[in-house]
């Protein structure tokens, strides 16, 4: 194979690898994707507290419905027993027995009463922390799946690009000396970016260091040619 041609197709090969590389930063670096980590995770906490607002919902309905139940059973306890105070027909000890009972029941009644009240009061503020946090995850959802459109969309237009890029390099790969070849490689996981430069004037394509002539004559019997100053491949 010609070893000029073979370092022309390796720098055809170098534009090529560029290309991925920055199609494939532009992929990683979306300004989309942050917003919409953020976004997901906004997802994440309100679900979190949502489920917990729920569960703190069924915990007043809970306790709301067996108040009520206790309340109605002590209420009409009260109530038949003052009946039968208001009645009559008994001691006068008796009766004052069942009067103190009777004072007894209602000032429960009204501690139950307080009871009830309270877990009203605590499911609507459930209620209502639910409702809005109901809304809040709608919104923060359909943002978050509006941004997962629009990266999906610019991925895919980066994909697309990326398949002409790896093609391309596909087809030029088979035209480079397997050893030059494996140098560039080399190069590229060490150093990345530019490995491989034009010698114009000697000045070399990647360092743009001047080389004297004489530098210059040394440098191109290397095989590859190498860069005194970086130790690029030169293509002269």
């Given at each position: 194979?010609?070893?000029?041609?073979?370092?022309?197709?390796?720098?055809?090969?170098?534009?090529?690898?560029?290309?991925?590389?920055?199609?494939?930063?532009?992929?990683?670096?979306?300004?989309?994707?942050?917003?919409?980590?953020?976004?997901?995770?906004?997802?994440?906490?309100?679900?979190?507290?949502?489920?917990?607002?729920?569960?703190?919902?069924?915990?007043?309905?809970?306790?709301?419905?067996?108040?009520?139940?206790?309340?109605?059973?002590?209420?009409?306890?009260a109530a038949a027993e003052q009946?039968?105070?208001?009645?009559?027909?008994?001691?006068?000890?008796?009766?004052?027995?069942?009067?103190?009972?009777?004072?007894?029941?209602?000032?429960?009644?009204?501690?139950?009463?307080?009871?009830?009240?309270?877990?009203?009061?605590?499911?609507?503020?459930?209620?209502?922390?639910?409702?809005?946090?109901?809304?809040?995850?709608?919104?923060?959802?359909?943002?978050?799946?509006?941004?997962?459109?629009?990266?999906?969309?610019?991925?895919?237009?980066?994909?697309?690009?990326?398949?002409?890029?790896?093609?391309?390099?596909?087809?030029?790969?088979?035209?480079?000396?397997?050893?030059?070849?494996?140098?560039?490689?080399?190069?590229?996981?060490?150093?990345?970016?530019?490995?491989?430069?034009?010698?114009?004037?000697?000045?070399?394509?990647?360092?743009?260091?001047?080389?004297?002539?004489?530098?210059?004559?040394?440098?191109?019997?290397?095989?590859?040619?190498?860069?005194?100053?970086?130790?690029?491949?030169?293509?002269?």
């Open positions: 194979m010609d070893v000029i041609r073979s370092l022309g197709d390796l720098l055809d090969l170098q534009e090529v690898d560029l290309d991925i590389d920055r199609l494939l930063e532009e992929r990683s670096t979306l300004p989309e994707l942050d917003a919409y980590k953020a976004a997901h995770e906004e997802v994440q906490r309100i679900e979190r507290e949502k489920a917990e607002a729920d569960e703190a919902q069924t915990a007043a309905d809970r306790g709301l419905h067996k108040s009520n139940g206790e309340l109605e059973i002590l209420a009409d306890k009946n039968r105070l208001y009645a009559g027909g008994m001691s006068a000890r008796d009766a004052d027995y069942l009067r103190r009972e009777v004072e007894m029941l209602y000032a429960k009644v009204s501690s139950m009463e307080d009871e009830v009240l309270h877990f009203i009061e605590k499911k609507e503020e459930c209620e209502a922390l639910v409702a809005k946090l109901a809304e809040e995850l709608a919104s923060t959802t359909e943002e978050r799946d509006e941004l997962r459109t629009v990266i999906t969309e610019k991925w895919r237009v980066i994909d697309k690009h990326l398949a002409v890029k790896e093609e391309r390099k596909g087809a030029i790969i088979p035209l480079v000396e397997p050893d030059l070849l494996a140098l560039y490689e080399d190069l590229r996981e060490s150093r990345g970016g530019r490995v491989v430069g034009r010698l114009i004037d000697g000045v070399c394509g990647v360092c743009n260091l001047q080389m004297s002539a004489a530098e210059v004559a040394s440098a191109l019997k290397g095989d590859p040619p190498r860069c005194i100053h970086c130790r690029a491949i030169l293509v002269s």
